[in-house]
């Protein structure tokens, strides 16, 4: 191999390599700031729920409270359900 072809072959792979090196370094930054920009934003989701938390304490809960009201009124009417269903099982069951 000539003098000539070697010097035009490492230039090309020094300018091959410092490309890449270049886009991996483009990549890991961006990779990075994507990485810091999505922790801002959990913390900034965390931060709202803690906050509407403390809010709903201060207010002593009356969520949580209608919450729970929902859930017995949803409750009692499944056990009327229940009892409905039972009877006519028995009514039928007992009338063969």
Known sequence: MRKENIKTTLITCLIAACGGLFTVSLYTMGYVAGKEEGKHLEESVHYEAIQDCMADLEE?????????????????????????????????????
């Open 60 to 96: 002593g809960c009356p969520r949580l409270y209608d919450y729970a009201l929902t859930l017995e009124k949803e409750n009692a009417r499944l056990n009327d359900e229940y009892s409905s269903c039972v009877r006519q099982l028995g009514d039928a069951l007992g009338g063969q």
